[in-house]
């Protein structure tokens, strides 16, 4: 086996112990959004959307290694893909190595994940109103409205509690991991013939 499809492998059981790591965490964060004082509350909803992107990143990254041919062996200037890709470059570059995972990765109640993780991350919070966030549009915005000074704040819809949102966010983290586990075990047989090596 070569040094670089054993570091695959390595990558592989790196990858899987930070998966089920942000799993935890971001568990951990939907349990203290419940706390009363609002300074903790607000990190753990930051620190929630913080480990559930990253397990949706290296989970990505899981399937990339065990999907792709030469995903062990190919790099560019900036050195292996292997340690970079994620859940974007993933779906955007080869989606058709992957056709099985796009169900998991890419559902209606992921992409609103996503969006709410990356709008904490590039722009500014979600409009709060009475511990609620305009549903309506957590799939279609990014940079949103400051409710005291922006008027069409007053046009969001559909608003919901924020606690169950984050509930069905981490129900179905949990579900993606759980369902695309499955499917890598699956998989796992081209990895071999890609590293021309047996796991046992």
């Not at 999907?67 to 292996?80: M, Q, R």
């Amino acid at each position: 086996m070569s040094s670089e499809a054993k570091d695959a492998y390595l990558s592989l059981g790196k990858c899987h112990y930070e998966v089920v790591c942000s799993l935890g965490y971001a568990g951990k964060a939907f349990c203290d959004i419940h706390t009363e004082n609002p300074f903790v509350c607000g990190k753990a909803i930051k620190d929630f959307y913080f480990h559930g992107g990253t397990l949706l990143d290296i989970l990505s990254r899981i399937v990339f290694v065990i999907n792709v041919p030469n995903s062990h062996s190919s790099k560019d200037n900036k050195g292996y893909h292997k340690h970079w890709i994620d859940r974007a470059r993933l779906l955007n570059g080869y989606r058709t190595y992957v056709t099985d995972y796009v169900q998991f990765l890419e559902s209606s109640v992921i992409q609103e994940l996503v969006n709410i993780r990356n709008s904490m991350a590039h722009y500014w919070r979600i409009p709060n109103k009475d511990s609620m966030w305009p549903r309506g549009e957590l799939r279609s915005e990014k940079a949103f409205a400051w409710p005291y000074d922006e008027p069409h704040f007053d046009d969001y819809t559909d608003w919901q509690p924020i606690g169950t949102i984050i509930k069905e966010h981490f129900t179905e983290l949990e579900r993606v991991q759980s369902e695309v586990f499955i499917v890598l075990v699956r998989d796992l047989p081209k990895f071999e013939k890609y590293i021309c090596a047996t796991i046992i």
